[in-house]
């Protein structure tokens, strides 16, 4: 039913490269190959702007993004909209990883590790009360970084970094946190899919039938 599509065609003037919905499904964030980025409301009104808040590096509004988003990740904490944050992953000479608010705008929480360009990440609200992220991408690692406190100290904790792990031998393109929030996975062009403890980074299980990409 083409009535229920709407394309935005103001949203981006260069190359789209990837859009999120939050994980309350309210909100759609969207990165381009220039590093400017949208958040827009789900429910979308085609007579009116719905652009709810900006980042690029070459405007400066709000926020400044990577110099080419590849990746975007909402945060799924059960805390109000203005409080939500994306994870912002992509190109940069040293800004690869940065965490932003997506609806207020304030200044990114740049994460270091990252060599080359990283191509995935994700977030998860552990059992254990911290908030982890977890990214990878050329440089064949993976990179862990925690907060303490979870949920109600997001605003006065920086993330850590934990640990590089280096399990694969090629690029690292997914990786994703289990539901529980005990472990997370990682897709590479090696091949492999490996499973990995949600504190310590442990590697768990490793999946490999030599055959996909």
């Known amino acids: 039913d083409e009535s229920n599509v709407f394309i935005n065609p103001d949203s981006h003037s260069e190359q789209a490269t990837v859009a999120r919905f939050s994980r309350n499904g309210e909100y759609i964030a969207s990165g381009d190959v220039t590093g400017k980025g949208d958040v827009y ?33 909402w945060d799924d904490r059960q ?47 552990c059992p254990d009360g911290k ?20 949920n109600k100290t997001w605003g006065k904790n920086p993330f850590e970094f934990v640990t590089r792990i280096k399990a694969h031998s090629n690029y690292v393109n997914c990786v994703k946190f289990t539901p529980d929030g005990k472990a997370f996975v990682s897709a590479s062009t090696d091949k492999k899919i490996i499973a990995f403890d949600c504190e310590s980074g442990k590697e768990l ?7 996909g990409n």
């Open 131 to 150: 908030l982890r992220l977890v990214a990878g991408g050329e440089d064949f690692g993976i990179f862990l970084y925690q907060r303490q406190g979870g």
């Open 41 to 73: 409301a789900d429910r979308m009104d085609p007579n009116t702007n719905s652009v709810i808040s900006q980042y690029s590096e070459k405007t400066g509004k709000k926020l400044s993004a990577t110099s080419g988003i590849i990746d975007i990740a």
């Open 79 to 125: 805390v109000p909209n203005k409080s939500l944050k994306i994870c912002i992953v992509g190109r940069g000479k040293e800004e690869k990883v940065k965490v932003i608010e997506a609806l207020e705008g304030a200044k990114p929480e740049i994460l270091i590790g990252p060599q080359k360009d990283v191509l995935c990440a994700d977030f998860k609200d």
């Open 205 to 211: 299980k490793v999946f490999a039938d030599g055959k």
